[in-house]
């Protein structure tokens, strides 16, 4: 019973490199979506998707690529990694959103922009 | 841009004392608000979710409530225990798929 499963849990990187979370999902929801947390400002929306081959930006899209071939899987992309890229990133999905549908989230991944 | 808040940010009481954690919201055009358990290091728990046509949801020790009106939900606690200690956070939904999260309130719970 997975879940949703992010990988890393933990990463370092220097100011410029790029890299990509992943988040998979097994319960076949067409909802799925990136949030960062930061101290004080709560979780805040990335990008998200509804479906495979649909995306669209939340509320903190620049610096950020997503990409949804499959159902299952929902990959964030870091461009260039700036130290503003510093926090902790939670995938998050359900079925696509009605009214009682509930939010499932991953462990989240800690990163580090040096 | 919808706003979230939640008072207080952190909450600190003896064992079995019965509380109340509040969310407000600025639009009440909402399809429904969720109320989330975070422990530290780990990701967010679904703990009960109120859809805008109801006005409270329970389970076991927890009650939810919902006034659309005034955008205003509250988390009740009963006979808190030390295993409860963790961040609640409120997010309320809309369509197009967008959901707004409260910055949470820390809970520590005394034995």
């Known amino acids: 019973n997975a879940g949703v499963t992010q990988t890393p849990k933990f990463q370092v990187l220097k100011t410029g490199q790029s890299m990509t979370l992943q988040c998979a999902q097994d319960?076949?929801?067409?909802?799925m979506s990136w949030y960062r947390q930061d101290p004080g400002m709560g979780l805040r929306l990335i990008h998200y998707?509804?479906?495979?081959?649909?995306?669209d930006q939340g509320e903190v899209p620049n610096g950020y690529n997503v990409s949804r071939s499959t159902t299952e899987d929902f990959p964030l992309r870091l461009l260039s990694a700036a130290p503003s890229q510093t926090s902790v990133y939670f995938c998050?999905?359900?079925?696509?959103?009605?009214?009682?549908?509930?939010?499932?989230f991953g462990s989240g991944t800690q990163l580090s922009v040096l | 841009k919808q706003e979230v808040t939640q008072i207080p940010a952190a909450l600190s009481v003896p064992e079995g004392e019965n509380l109340v954690l509040n969310c407000s919201f600025t639009?009440?055009?909402?399809?429904?608000l969720q109320w989330f358990r975070q422990d530290p290091g780990k990701g967010l728990t679904s703990l009960l979710l109120?859809?805008?046509?109801?006005r409270e949801q329970t389970s076991g020790r927890l009650n939810a409530s919902l006034d659309k009106s005034s955008g205003r939900s509250t988390l009740y606690i009963a006979a808190s225990q030390p295993g409860d200690s963790a961040t609640y956070l409120c997010?309320?939904?809309?369509?197009?798929?967008?959901?707004?999260f409260g910055t949470g309130t820390s809970l520590t719970v005394i034995p």
């Open positions: 998707s509804v479906g495979a081959g649909i995306t």
């Open positions: 319960m076949n929801h067409e909802y």
């Open positions: 109120i859809q805008s046509s109801q």
């Open positions: 639009d009440s055009a909402i399809y429904n």
């Open positions: 998050a999905s359900s079925y696509l959103a009605a009214t009682n549908e509930k939010l499932f």
């Open positions: 997010a309320v939904s809309y369509p197009g798929n967008q959901f707004y």
